[in-house]
């Protein structure tokens, strides 16, 4: 029999709610804390225009077995839509589809043999399984070597520019292969588009049907009240909310952004410390534009103009239709 353990799990985004309703399953007393009053983290939606919409885009690829489990788990899996994704490359004033390997060979900013190239190069990837060849090496560096400078300057150059500004060079080729590789395995075939997860009714749906299946079987969400300190006594660890309200627990579970976790633990070990504080994050804004008419017809527009400076446009209803 499993001794119940009193664990406190800090952060309620989509992980410190599934914490939360995994150790409360197997009988351990939970108590969350979300410093925001809306649970959900960047899943989180907004209402707008009649339905409701992520702060921050979502999707889920076919290879995301555990949280498509967990939907099923929590009987909302008839929510649960696989939709087609249209993917599309804009570069020199002109867009380009890029859902299938025939359009990789139709990209016309770069020659045919380089679209070639290009081409070879994105299948190796696509059925390479063993990343950690990758780990050595950054995206920069192996891609201008596999594709060539005309290419890398004209195709992934810019992205990776635009998506981590001077930290460009540093990108791990491991990232980049994972990019590729998850895509293919949202896909049928080379030939066939890819399809994408999205709940009907927005990722809310997941994160309210979490939140209601955690007070169903006792635990406590502490909504709108955020982690203040967090310190050892004794045996226990020892919460201080910022309501002032202080609360012993056996374990803590924390979700939140490595260094902030260890700001809220100042007493950590620092070897331990280091490794949370030596994460370098990388900020990205996401702006939301409500429009009355289509910008195009591709719902995933990757910009490969080293004269825009942001990555893509991300247009919500040319995936899932507003109706829906």
Not at 160 to 170: I, T, V
Not at 286 to 309: F, M
């Amino acid at each position: 029999m499993t001794t119940q353990l009193r664990i406190g799990v800090i952060g309620g985004g989509i992980a410190g709610l599934t914490a939360a309703y995994r150790l409360l399953q197997q009988g351990h007393q939970v108590t969350l804390w979300e410093q925001n009053r809306q649970l959900g983290g960047q899943a989180a939606a907004f209402p707008v225009a009649g339905t409701a919409l992520e702060y921050f885009y979502h999707h889920l690829f076919m290879s995301d077995r555990d949280i498509v489990a967990l939907i099923e788990e929590l009987g909302i899996g008839d929510r649960l839509l696989w939709l087609p994704s249209k993917v599309g490359f804009y570069a020199r004033g002109r867009i380009y589809p890029l859902a299938s390997a025939l359009d990789v060979l139709r990209l016309g900013v770069i020659p045919f043999h380089d679209r070639l190239r290009l081409g070879l190069v994105t299948f190796y990837l696509q059925h390479v399984r063993d990343w950690r060849k990758f780990e050595e090496v950054t995206a920069a560096e192996w891609l201008r070597r596999a594709l060539g400078r005309r290419a890398f300057e004209r195709v992934w150059g810019p992205q990776l520019r635009a998506k981590f500004g001077p930290r460009a060079g540093e990108v791990s080729m491991a990232w980049f292969w994972n990019k590729i590789y998850l895509r293919t395995q949202s896909r049928e075939s080379l030939f066939k588009p890819e399809r994408l997860g999205y709940i009907e009714g927005s990722f809310n749906v997941l994160i309210d049907r979490l939140a209601e299946a955690i007070r169903e079987i006792g635990g406590e969400i502490r909504a709108g009240v955020g982690t203040a300190a967090i310190w050892r006594d004794d045996d226990e660890w020892v919460v201080r909310d910022t309501e002032g309200v202080e609360t012993w627990h056996d374990a803590i579970v924390a979700t939140i952004p490595s260094p902030l976790f260890a700001r809220l633990f100042p007493d950590l070990p620092e070897d331990y410390k280091a490794k949370l504080t030596g994460t370098v994050y990388q900020a990205a804004v996401t702006l939301l534009l409500q429009s009355r008419h289509a910008l195009s017809d591709i719902y995933w527009l990757n910009i490969g103009d080293p004269e825009v400076p942001f990555t893509g446009i991300i247009e919500h209803t040319n995936f899932m239709p507003p109706e829906r």
